[in-house]
Structure formats: structure tokens, C-alpha cells
């Protein structure tokens, strides 16, 4: 069966611009949740949702936000770029949550300059 | 709040050398716990996990032992492989609101395996 898909793989951008990175999770997978990977913080967790609603939220600030569609993909969107954001952002697919364990995409490497 | 410390690397080890990388935890309740690895340039994919107290998992010749008297879910190997280059996370399920909606995650441990 088909993975996750995140969708671009690379993006520069530059600071006050706003970025939407998209994730297609695995098929019949209802939960997707989003990480931010950072070398000095480490895997820092964005949100998560389930049929299209957010359960569940980090401690980012509101120029993180995300949705997600009927069809279970997702979006996240950072606005108003700062040079912190620079991060690889990974989308993680699950039938119904972290304890059912993830199915990782590849991620999104963002570099805002 | 729920945290997970791992080992600190680079770890560098020769081919068929035993492998360990310690993880411990501190969490309310019983978390499950989980391994999972990051070959270079890809995202992470489970490893193996464990459920409850005294469950192995265990995957591709890698194990670990969810120990709840030492709070400890140590990954081992009995004989690396160069292709066992990668960075590897140990994780906990955050049982807060009563839902596993995050993983709780150490921050590594890189691991190089030379010829």
C-alpha cells in the first residue's frame, strides 16, 4: 500500500512569508499528527488530527495551524516566517493515535532565510 | 511531566558488535513505549514497541525489554551491520486527557557502524 506522502520535499522561503505543507496519510488511516525536527530541540509535537477535527495541540504559537479533509489528508500552515522555523516537518499517519504507533513521511525541510 | 532520556551519542561501533542504547522514562500511569529509527535523509519508522511492563519487542534482530521496576526500555543488538547506520529515538505514549494523542520523544542517539 501506498505511504505517507508529504508534499514538497524542500521549500526556501523568506521571513514574514507564510508556507502550507500537505500530508496524504495511508489509506484508511483516520489520525494524522504533525512534527516539528529540530536539531537542538528534537522531535517537538505540533497537532494532531482525527476525521477533521484537531484533538489534540503543542505548545507552538497561533502562526501554526493545520486542517484536515474529508479524505483524511492534512495541511499545516505556518504564517508570518521567522528564522526559527527552519526545521524539517514531519507528518505522522495512524489509524487512531500515537499508541497504535506512526507511519512517518519523508517530510517537508524548510528553510526560511 | 512525561519524559524519555536517551543515551547520549554518536555511537561508533564496529560490524557484529553488540549494541545497547539505554532509555529511560518517567511517566504517570503505564505508557506504551517505542523505538523507532531515522535512516539519513528519510523520516522516521517504527521499530518496535511494548505495551506493558515485561512486554519485548522486538524487530529486524533489535529488542527491548519494558522494564517498570527500572523504568528502562533499552534497545539491544546482538550484531550491528553497516546498514544499522541511523539515528535511533525512544518514545512513550503521553497518556494526558486520558488519550495516546503524542509521542513523548528522547532526542537520539546517532549510531555509525564501521566495516
Known amino acids: 500500500k501506498a505511504g505517507v506522502t508529504q508534499t514538497p520535499r524542500y521549500l526556501i522561503k523568506t521571513r514574514g512569508q507564510q508556507v502550507t505543507l500537505s500530508c496524504s496519510p495511508i489509506s484508511g488511516h483516520r489520525s494524522v499528527s504533525w512534527y516539528q525536527q529540530t536539531p537542538g530541540q528534537g522531535l517537538q509535537f505540533l497537532f494532531e488530527y482525527f476525521s477533521e477535527t484537531q484533538r489534540n495541540k503543542g505548545n507552538f504559537p497561533g502562526r501554526f495551524s493545520g486542517r484536515q479533509f474529508s479524505n483524511s489528508r492534512s495541511e499545516m500552515n505556518v504564517s508570518t516566517l521567522e528564522l526559527g522555523d527552519s526545521a524539517l516537518y514531519l507528518c505522522?499517519?495512524?489509524?487512531?493515535?500515537?499508541?497504535?504507533?506512526?507511519?512517518f513521511g519523508s517530510g517537508t525541510r524548510l528553510t526560511v532565510v | 511531566g512525561d519524559s524519555v532520556t536517551q543515551m547520549e551519542g554518536p555511537v561508533t561501533l564496529s560490524e557484529e558488535a553488540f549494541l545497547t542504547i539505554n532509555c529511560t522514562y518517567t511517566a504517570t500511569g503505564y505508557p506504551s513505549l517505542f523505538w523507532y529509527v531515522q535512516y539519513p535523509g528519510e523520516g522516521l519508522q517504527l521499530l518496535l514497541k511494548?505495551?506493558?511492563a515485561d512486554d519485548k519487542g522486538s524487530n529486524k534482530g533489535f529488542e527491548a525489554t519494558y522494564r517498570k521496576e527500572t523504568t528502562s526500555f533499552h534497545l539491544e543488538k546482538g550484531s550491528v551491520q553497516v546498514s544499522d547506520s541511523a539515528v535511533y529515538f525512544c518514545a512513550l505514549s503521553d497518556r494526558n486527557a486520558g488519550n495516546n494523542r503524542k509521542l513523548i520523544w528522547g532526542l537520539g542517539t546517532s549510531l555509525a557502524v564501521n566495516p
Open positions: 511494548a505495551t506493558k
Open positions: 505522522a499517519s495512524s489509524l487512531a493515535g500515537a499508541a497504535y504507533g506512526y507511519t
